[in-house]
């Protein structure tokens, strides 16, 4: 199946919004996983299904258990998710960067149960670089969506990260990389193409940027609950994420939402 990694060069913000948005909309079944080595947080943000906060009992800590020895028989990456109010479903991740040292012999196979799964799997990556112990997450994506800001610090962050990701992600076979700029709307047609012909000077093989507007009150109402089947779906966000999904799914691959 079909594994989307989506990270950061240097913090730059909306990786975790981005990685809510493609769950709540992706034409297959899914799985949100949070992989960040600095801790997740959806937990925190998000309803379950049920209403109230996300159940403890589950995440990542107990995936990494479980594939210590090798990808089991089974369904551990199904095992471990909770499912949110939204529809998507989550595999919460680490609370603290404590807890993820405890992980850096097992994030290959953490990627092999990934791969394995029977649903596609959405890794929040947050920070990435070449030495980052989850790169082996990062090198089994079929996209690696790397997320910026429209600042001139975010661009360059990811020129210069890039260039020095690239190397590590061409050895082991990474697809392709698409980068997603989050900002204005308004502006969002000329800031891709400044990013595309900035990227292209650099000689950075990478898809065309995609756009992700800034919308905080689309992104509250998901976290609260709400589906992105109704009135939700027609926002800017939910478009913009139903639209970069449908080119990473082709539709007739895909199921309804």
Sequence with gaps: MTVIGLCSMKGSPGVTSTALALAAVWPRPVVLLEADLAGGDLAYRCRAAPGGPIPAAKGLLRLAAAVRGGVPDGHPILEE????????????????????????????????????????????????????????????????????????????????????????????????VMPVLVGPDARAARDRADLDELLGKAGLPTLATRSMPHDPRALARLEQGERASGRLGRTLLLRAAKAMAGEMVPVEEGVSA
């Design 81 to 176: 998710a909770e499912l949110l109010g939204c529809g998507a479903s989550l595999v919460p991740g680490v609370s603290s960067s404590a807890q993820a040292r405890g992980l850096s012999g097992l994030w290959s196979s953490i990627a092999a149960a990934c791969t394995a799964a029977e649903v596609d799997v959405i890794a929040d990556l947050g920070r990435l670089d070449r030495a980052s112990a989850h790169l082996p997450l990062a090198q089994a994506s079929t996209y690696l969506l790397p997320v910026l800001s429209t600042s001139l610090e975010s661009v360059m962050h990811l020129t210069d990260g890039l260039q020095d990701l690239m190397g590590a992600l061409a050895q082991h076979g990474a697809e392709s």
